[in-house]
């Protein structure tokens, strides 16, 4: 299987481009058969390049091609976690992949953009739970594992009212839990 015949196969490439994650297929040599868009996008943001592929993607795919004389075709996931000079933050995942249309396995490759995917995450829970448009802020940023200090600075708000917020979001979801009991 080709980049041609990938991409001749509608309904396969129109799932792949609707993936929020980065989708990559690469043959044995490490080739790029496939990129979807955010795969592009998420390689172009590790290699400031656009037709590179990250040093971190291909030796998870290296690590996952020597795997096979251990444990043959036994299903395994190699993952890594690599961060760009913009401190983001992206997991690699790599795995065998088995088409009909392919004479020899190729490897599938997913990067996460690890922010994008916590900002998914803060978006579903602040309409789950009914938040303010400050308070989803606040959130995400919490989610995002930052101090209430540095949620303050980046905010322009005080750490007092950061609290308050915080405060009033886990208000609202223990209510919001309490409310499946």
């Given at each position: 299987?080709?980049?041609?015949?990938?991409?001749?196969?509608?309904?396969?490439?129109?799932?792949?481009?609707?993936?929020?994650?980065?989708?990559?297929?690469?043959?044995?040599?490490?080739?790029?058969?496939?990129?979807?868009?955010?795969?592009?996008?998420?390689?172009?943001?590790?290699?400031?390049?656009?037709n590179t592929?990250?040093?971190?993607v291909l030796?998870?795919?290296?690590?996952?091609?020597?795997?096979?004389?251990?444990?043959?075709?036994?299903?395994?996931?190699?993952?890594?976690?690599?961060?760009?000079?913009?401190?983001?933050?992206?997991?690699?995942?790599?795995?065998?992949?088995?088409?009909?249309?392919?004479?020899?396995?190729?490897?599938?490759?997913?990067?996460?953009?690890?922010?994008?995917?916590?900002?998914?995450?803060?978006?579903?829970?602040?309409?789950?739970y009914g938040?303010?448009?400050?308070?989803?802020?606040?959130?995400?940023?919490?989610?995002?594992?930052?101090?209430?200090?540095?949620?303050?600075?980046?905010?322009?708000?005080?750490?007092?009212?950061?609290?308050?917020?915080?405060?009033?979001?886990?208000?609202?979801?223990?209510?919001?839990?309490?409310?499946?009991?």
């Open positions: 299987m080709n980049m041609n015949s990938l991409e001749n196969n509608h309904f396969l490439t129109s799932i792949l481009e609707g993936f929020v994650d980065g989708i990559l297929i690469l043959n044995l040599q490490s080739d790029l058969v496939y990129a979807n868009t955010p795969g592009t996008r998420i390689c172009q943001h590790l290699t400031h390049s656009e592929l990250p040093d971190e030796r998870s795919c290296d690590a996952l091609i020597e795997s096979r004389e251990l444990y043959g075709d036994r299903p395994l996931v190699i993952e890594s976690e690599v961060t760009n000079d913009q401190s983001q933050t992206f997991r690699i995942r790599v795995q065998w992949l088995k088409l009909d249309d392919l004479q020899q396995p190729s490897l599938l490759v997913r990067l996460e953009d690890q922010q994008q995917g916590l900002q998914s995450l803060a978006v579903t829970e602040a309409k789950k938040l303010t448009p400050r308070e989803a802020e606040v959130w995400f940023l919490k989610r995002c594992n930052l101090p209430r200090k540095e949620i303050a600075a980046r905010l322009y708000i005080t750490i007092d009212t950061v609290k308050k917020h915080l405060g009033n979001i886990q208000s609202k979801k223990q209510a919001h839990q309490e409310s499946w009991c």
